[in-house]
């Protein structure tokens, strides 16, 4: 969902829907394979590339982790990890574990949905906050 | 190149494997350097370990309960940003017992830290360190 606001694939002026929420590639569709995988979101309109990442219960270390990554490969400044689950409610974590992790999707996704809409002006400020970062790494 | 060992703690059994790529003695784990330092292992970062005879930089690195998960986005990662194989190569650590080394990672220096970090971890790895050599040769 930030990612989809920073790419501009939703409005920050207001709140989605269910129908555009469910428009948003990805969003409540991946599977357990999916964790760990860097997949490609598209590109902002500094050319930057954009992906998202599932990373479990990693929390900021697995940030770091691929920041070092990138430090070794001497790539550091083409890396900005943003680390999106301190803006992830309660309703998010559990619709996203019942439809994801449970496969009881009908249960879990109204619930998934719900919360994202809790979270929005959150993430809006997150993906704002990113933005300005960006902008300084150029 | 670059050469990344991946285990649960990266600074256990992945920093003996790096050791042990680097022809380093490992039979005192006291001697090895880093060896249990969670503070080091709690910055998340790849830790440094040394320069094989062909000029390659060897790491090591903990990668929480989900090593294949961590092996997975260093692949991904390297291919984001333009690199191969060539660049770096990611050598998954594996021993009996490696998801304890996360829990024991976690409990605070003030507890016992010297037991649950140190001892306790080198007492598993003892009988493991043949395994380790196997994989790494």
């Not at chain 2, 790849?46 to 260093?74: F, H, R, T, W």
Request: aromatic fraction near 8%.
């Amino acid at each position: 969902m930030a990612a989809a606001l920073h790419l501009g694939l939703l409005s920050k002026d207001r709140i989605p829907n269910e129908t555009e929420l469910l428009a948003v590639p990805y969003f409540d569709k991946t599977t357990n394979a999916d964790f760990g995988s860097i997949r490609f979101m598209g590109k902002d309109e500094y050319n930057n590339e954009v992906y998202v990442l599932g990373k479990k219960n990693m929390g900021d270390r697995y940030s770091r982790l691929l920041q070092g990554v990138a430090k070794i490969l001497g790539e550091e400044e083409q890396l900005l990890v943003v680390n999106c689950m301190n803006r992830v409610n309660t309703f998010m974590k559990l619709g996203g574990f019942s439809s994801r992790k449970m496969g009881l999707v009908s249960l879990g996704r109204p619930v998934v949905v719900r919360g994202s809409r809790k979270a929005f002006l959150e993430l809006v400020n997150l993906v704002e906050i990113t933005r300005l970062r960006a902008l300084q790494m150029v | 190149m670059n050469i990344l060992f991946l285990g649960t703690s990266g600074v256990h059994h992945a920093l003996i494997a790096a050791n042990i790529y680097l022809k380093k003695p490992v039979a005192d784990f006291n001697s090895i350097p880093d060896f249990a330092n969670v503070a080091l292992e709690a910055s998340g970062f790849p830790i440094y370990v040394g320069e094989d005879e062909e000029g390659n930089q060897v790491y090591c690195l903990g990668a929480g309960s989900d090593v294949e998960m961590a092996k997975k986005s260093i692949k991904d990662l390297r291919t984001v940003l333009g690199r191969s194989a060539n660049d770096l190569v990611v050598k998954p650590v594996s021993v009996k017992g490696e998801k304890l080394f996360v829990l024991l990672n976690r409990i605070p220096a003030p507890l016992g830290g010297r037991l649950w970090h140190k001892l306790i971890p080198a007492l598993i790895l003892k009988s493991q360190l043949k395994s380790i050599y196997q994989d790494i040769r």
